[in-house]
């Protein structure tokens, strides 16, 4: 069973975290949240910080609010070692790092997502899972050409008009094409859509954190969940 939450520490005594239910707070901000609002960090066995974004590793962790600068700024003020009563070390590009773990594992769950039939690709696809209401989110290579964008904004607002939903369906640009190259290998697209299903919405879920971890706490993917009214 867990420690109590040391609300001047941000840690946890006894490894990563179990259900979720149990508080815990930022070491750079003081603010609360649950283990799926923040990203948690451990000592590595040679003394480095590590982000542990599945919350699987054991020993000591310490929590920070998913954003590139609160990392960065953790980092800068040393307080990993204060929060993680140890002697550690935590490298100046940690944010970057923690930034290519998101980035894989957003790209990692969108290959599973294919695989489960819930990603598509290809403009015409992507347009058809719009406007049948499969859609839960869509994707552009952020040098995508205007044009294709504009064709899949108009098919967005359609259905959005058309259904009453309560909100657009969102729409990022997260990565370039060659971005995607590296992460992806040939599952490199143009523009994509998650569609309905448990690893589509994992795969909306990862792409939300990446915004938001980019973005200081805010996405600015247009549009929202494209909820249809009860």
């Given at each position: 069973?867990?420690?109590?939450?040391?609300?001047?520490?941000?840690?946890?005594?006894?490894?990563?975290?179990?259900?979720?239910?149990?508080?815990?707070?930022?070491?750079?901000?003081?603010?609360?949240?649950?283990?799926?609002?923040?990203?948690?960090?451990?000592?590595?066995?040679?003394?480095?910080?590590?982000?542990?974004?599945?919350?699987?590793?054991?020993?000591?962790?310490?929590?920070?609010?998913?954003?590139?600068?609160?990392?960065?700024?953790?980092?800068?003020?040393?307080?990993?070692?204060?929060?993680?009563?140890?002697?550690?070390?935590?490298?100046d590009d940690l944010g970057a790092r923690?930034?290519?773990?998101?980035?894989?594992?957003?790209?990692?769950?969108?290959?599973?997502?294919?695989?489960?039939?819930?990603?598509?690709?290809?403009?015409?696809?992507?347009?058809?899972?719009?406007?049948?209401?499969?859609?839960?989110?869509?994707?552009?290579?952020?040098?995508?050409?205007?044009?294709?964008?504009?064709?899949?904004?108009?098919?967005?607002?359609?259905?959005?008009?058309?259904?009453?939903?309560?909100?657009?369906?969102?729409?990022?640009?997260?990565?370039?094409?060659?971005?995607?190259?590296?992460?992806?290998?040939?599952?490199?697209?143009?523009?994509?859509?998650?569609?309905?299903?448990?690893?589509?919405?994992?795969?909306?879920?990862?792409?939300?954190?990446?915004?938001?971890?980019?973005?200081?706490?805010?996405?600015?993917?247009?549009?929202?969940?494209?909820?249809?009214?009860?």
């Amino acid at each position: 069973m867990m420690a109590e939450l040391k609300p001047d520490a941000g840690t946890e005594d006894d490894g990563p975290a179990g259900d979720g239910t149990n508080g815990r707070m930022c070491i750079v901000t003081r603010e609360s949240g649950s283990p799926d609002e923040l990203i948690r960090f451990v000592a590595a066995p040679d003394g480095t910080v590590v982000p542990d974004l599945k919350r699987q590793l054991p020993g000591r962790g310490c929590w920070v609010k998913p954003e590139r600068a609160t990392v960065d700024k953790a980092v800068a003020k040393r307080l990993f070692s204060r929060a993680l009563k140890a002697e550690v070390t935590a490298s100046d590009d940690l944010g970057a790092r923690v930034d290519r773990l998101l980035s894989a594992d957003l790209t990692g769950m969108m290959n599973m997502a294919r695989k489960a039939g819930q990603f598509v690709t290809g403009s015409s696809k992507v347009d058809a899972a719009i406007r049948s209401g499969a859609a839960l989110a869509v994707f552009h290579a952020t040098d995508a050409a205007d044009d294709g964008v504009r064709k899949i904004d108009q098919a967005r607002k359609a259905w959005h008009l058309g259904m009453e939903t309560e909100s657009e369906i969102p729409s990022f640009r997260l990565f370039s094409e060659a971005e995607m190259e590296a992460l992806m290998g040939q599952n490199t697209f143009i523009h994509a859509a998650a569609l309905a299903g448990q690893a589509g919405e994992g795969v909306v879920k990862r792409a939300n954190l990446l915004e938001r971890y980019r973005n200081g706490g805010q996405s600015r993917a247009t549009g929202g969940a494209g909820r249809r009214k009860q």
